[in-house]
C-alpha cells in the first residue's frame, strides 16, 4: 500500500487542530441547502416555470438557478468526499490496518443511509445523506487505490454522466410537471402528513430517490472528486495551492454561471424551447453544476487563508456550524418544513421564492447563534456525536 499513502509531511494535522476551510465551507453550503430545500415548498423547484410570478420573485427564482439549483448539492458532495479521503489518511498515519477503516466506513454509510431514510421519511423526500451513504458503500473502496485508479474512475463517471444526466432530463421535461426535476434533486411534490397516501408516497419513495440521485445527477462522480481533492490535501492548506485553487475558483463559477442561463431564462419565461431542447438545457445545468461545486468549495478556501490569521466573531460562528453539519443540515431542515410545509405552519403557501429565500436564511442564521455558543460552551453536536458512538462505540474525535 505503500504507493498511494502520502509521505509523513503531506498528513493531516494532530487532532486537536481544526482545519478552517473545510469547516467554513461546510458552513456556508448549509445555508445554500436550506436555501435549495426551502424552494420546493413554494413550488419554485429546479424547472418550474415562475413566468407569472411577481417580479421579486421571478428574480429570486432566476437567481436561485444560477447559483443554488444543483451547486450546493455538488459543492456538499465534493466535501463529503474529502472528508472521507481525509479520515482515512488520517487512520492509516495511526497505524490503523486498512480492513479496520473498511470496517468502520461501511458502518458509517449503513447509519447514513438510516440517518438519511428517517429524515426522508419524517421531512424532506429529497434528502441527500441516504444518497451519501450508498456512495460510500459503492465506491468506497477508491479510498483504497492508487491515485491513478481514482483518476481513471471520475473519468469513467464523467462519461457515464455525460449520457445519463441529459437522457433523465429530457425524459422528465418530456414528461411534464408530475416528473418534473426539482432543486438539489427533491421531490418535485412533497407528500404531506394527513393522509395514509401521503405516508405511504413517503414510504415507497425511500429506496427510489438514492438510486434516482445516484443516476439522474453526477454523485459518484462529485464524491470521486473529492477523493482527489482529499488527496492532494487542496483544503488542508490552501495557501500552498493558492493559484489551482484560483483557476478552479474563476473556470468552475464561471462555467457554472454560463451553463446555468439558459434554464434561468426558461424559468423566468424569457426563454420557451421545446420539451426535449428544454431537457437538454436542464441536462446542461445539472452537469456546469459539478464544476459550480468545486468552484464554491475552492472559492471558500481561498477566503480562509486572509481568515484564518485575523478570526472574528462571524467566521467563528461560521467554522462552529461548520464544524455541526450534520446536526444543522437536520435541523435546517426541520425548521424550514415546519415554517413552509402546507400541513404545518404553512407559510410556503402565502410566500414564493422570494420569501422561501429569506426563510432559510433566517433558519440558517437562527443556527448560527445556537452553533456559536455550543462553541463556546465546548458542547459538541448532538447527532455529530450520536453518529461517532454508532461508528465507532465512543465519541468521535475532532474531523477536518
Same mark, same amino acid.
Given at each position: 500500500?505503500?504507493?498511494?499513502?502520502?509521505?509523513?509531511?503531506?498528513?493531516?494535522?494532530?487532532?486537536?487542530?481544526?482545519?478552517?476551510?473545510?469547516?467554513?465551507?461546510?458552513?456556508?453550503?448549509?445555508?445554500?441547502?436550506?436555501?435549495?430545500?426551502?424552494?420546493?415548498?413554494?413550488?419554485?423547484?429546479?424547472?418550474?416555470?415562475?413566468?407569472?410570478?411577481?417580479?421579486?420573485?421571478?428574480?429570486?427564482?432566476?437567481?436561485?438557478?444560477?447559483?443554488?439549483?444543483?451547486?450546493?448539492?455538488?459543492?456538499?458532495?465534493?466535501?463529503?468526499?474529502?472528508?472521507?479521503?481525509?479520515?482515512?489518511?488520517?487512520?492509516?498515519?495511526?497505524?490503523?490496518?486498512?480492513?479496520?477503516?473498511?470496517?468502520?466506513?461501511?458502518?458509517?454509510?449503513?447509519?447514513?443511509?438510516?440517518?438519511?431514510?428517517?429524515?426522508?421519511?419524517?421531512?424532506?423526500?429529497?434528502?441527500?445523506?441516504?444518497?451519501?451513504?450508498?456512495?460510500?458503500?459503492?465506491?468506497?473502496?477508491?479510498?483504497?487505490?492508487?491515485?491513478?485508479?481514482?483518476?481513471?474512475?471520475?473519468?469513467?463517471?464523467?462519461?457515464?454522466?455525460?449520457?445519463?444526466?441529459?437522457?433523465?432530463?429530457?425524459?422528465?421535461?418530456?414528461?411534464?410537471?408530475?416528473?418534473?426535476?426539482?432543486?438539489?434533486?427533491?421531490?418535485?411534490?412533497?407528500?404531506?402528513?394527513?393522509?395514509?397516501?401521503?405516508?405511504?408516497?413517503?414510504?415507497?419513495?425511500?429506496?427510489?430517490?438514492?438510486?434516482?440521485?445516484?443516476?439522474?445527477?453526477?454523485?459518484?462522480?462529485?464524491?470521486?472528486?473529492?477523493?482527489?481533492?482529499?488527496?492532494?490535501?487542496?483544503?488542508?492548506?490552501?495557501?500552498?495551492?493558492?493559484?489551482?485553487?484560483?483557476?478552479?475558483?474563476?473556470?468552475?463559477?464561471?462555467?457554472?454561471?454560463?451553463?446555468?442561463?439558459?434554464?434561468?431564462?426558461?424559468?423566468?419565461?424569457?426563454?420557451?424551447?421545446?420539451?426535449?431542447?428544454?431537457? #437538454?438545457?436542464?441536462? %446542461?445545468?445539472? @452537469?456546469?453544476?459539478?464544476? $459550480?461545486?468545486? =468552484?464554491?468549495?475552492?472559492?471558500? +478556501? &481561498? !477566503?480562509?487563508?486572509?481568515?484564518?490569521?485575523?478570526?472574528?466573531?462571524?467566521?467563528?460562528?461560521?467554522?462552529?456550524?461548520?464544524?455541526?453539519?450534520?446536526?444543522?443540515?437536520?435541523?435546517?431542515?426541520?425548521?424550514?418544513?415546519?415554517? #413552509?410545509?402546507?400541513? %404545518?405552519?404553512? @407559510?410556503?403557501?402565502?410566500? $414564493?421564492?422570494? =420569501?422561501?429565500?429569506?426563510?432559510? +436564511? &433566517? !433558519?440558517?442564521?437562527?443556527?448560527?447563534?445556537?452553533?456559536?455558543?455550543?462553541?463556546?460552551?465546548?458542547?459538541?453536536?448532538?447527532?455529530?456525536?450520536?453518529?461517532?458512538?454508532?461508528?465507532?462505540?465512543?465519541?468521535?474525535?475532532?474531523?477536518?
Amino acid at each position: 500500500m505503500s504507493d498511494h499513502r502520502p509521505p509523513p509531511s503531506t498528513l493531516s494535522p494532530p487532532a486537536s487542530t481544526r482545519l478552517l476551510a473545510p469547516d467554513l465551507s461546510r458552513g456556508v453550503m448549509l445555508l445554500l441547502i436550506a436555501m435549495a430545500y426551502a424552494g420546493v415548498y413554494v413550488g419554485a423547484s429546479f424547472g418550474t416555470d415562475v413566468s407569472a410570478q411577481p417580479m421579486l420573485d421571478r428574480a429570486a427564482a432566476f437567481a436561485t438557478t444560477l447559483l443554488l439549483d444543483n451547486r450546493s448539492f455538488p459543492m456538499f458532495a465534493i466535501l463529503f468526499g474529502y472528508g472521507l479521503a481525509w479520515s482515512v489518511s488520517r487512520r492509516r498515519e495511526r497505524g490503523v490496518p486498512d480492513g479496520d477503516i473498511r470496517r468502520r466506513n461501511r458502518r458509517r454509510g449503513l447509519f447514513l443511509l438510516l440517518f438519511g431514510a428517517l429524515h426522508a421519511f419524517l421531512v424532506f423526500p429529497g434528502e441527500i445523506l441516504t444518497s451519501y451513504g450508498l456512495a460510500l458503500l459503492l465506491i468506497g473502496g477508491l479510498l483504497f487505490a492508487p491515485v491513478r485508479t481514482v483518476r481513471r474512475a471520475v473519468v469513467v463517471f464523467a462519461g457515464a454522466y455525460l449520457v445519463l444526466v441529459p437522457l433523465f432530463a429530457v425524459v422528465t421535461a418530456v414528461g411534464g410537471e408530475e416528473f418534473a426535476p426539482t432543486d438539489d434533486a427533491a421531490g418535485s411534490v412533497l407528500p404531506g402528513y394527513v393522509t395514509f397516501v401521503d405516508w405511504f408516497t413517503r414510504l415507497a419513495g425511500l429506496p427510489i430517490t438514492p438510486i434516482f440521485l445516484a443516476l439522474a445527477y453526477p454523485l459518484f462522480l462529485l464524491v470521486a472528486l473529492g477523493f482527489l481533492a482529499g488527496r492532494a490535501r487542496l483544503l488542508d492548506d490552501p495557501a500552498a495551492h493558492r493559484s489551482l485553487l484560483t483557476a478552479i475558483t474563476v473556470g468552475g463559477v464561471t462555467i457554472s454561471v454560463s451553463g446555468a442561463l439558459p434554464s434561468g431564462l426558461i424559468a423566468v419565461g424569457a426563454m420557451s424551447p421545446d420539451p426535449v431542447t428544454e431537457g #437538454l438545457l436542464n441536462g %446542461l445545468q445539472i @452537469l456546469t453544476g459539478v464544476v $459550480g461545486g468545486a =468552484g464554491y468549495a475552492a472559492l471558500f +478556501a &481561498l !477566503v480562509s487563508v486572509p481568515l484564518e490569521r485575523r478570526r472574528g466573531v462571524l467566521v467563528d460562528a461560521l467554522a462552529a456550524i461548520g464544524k455541526r453539519s450534520l446536526t444543522f443540515y437536520l435541523l435546517n431542515s426541520v425548521l424550514v418544513a415546519l415554517i #413552509l410545509h402546507p400541513d %404545518l405552519l404553512g @407559510l410556503g403557501t402565502r410566500f $414564493g421564492p422570494f =420569501g422561501a429565500l429569506i426563510t432559510a +436564511a &433566517l !433558519v440558517w442564521g437562527a443556527g448560527l447563534v445556537v452553533a456559536a455558543w455550543m462553541e463556546r460552551t465546548g458542547r459538541p453536536g448532538p447527532l455529530e456525536q450520536m453518529m461517532g458512538r454508532l461508528v465507532d462505540g465512543k465519541q468521535p474525535a475532532e474531523r477536518s
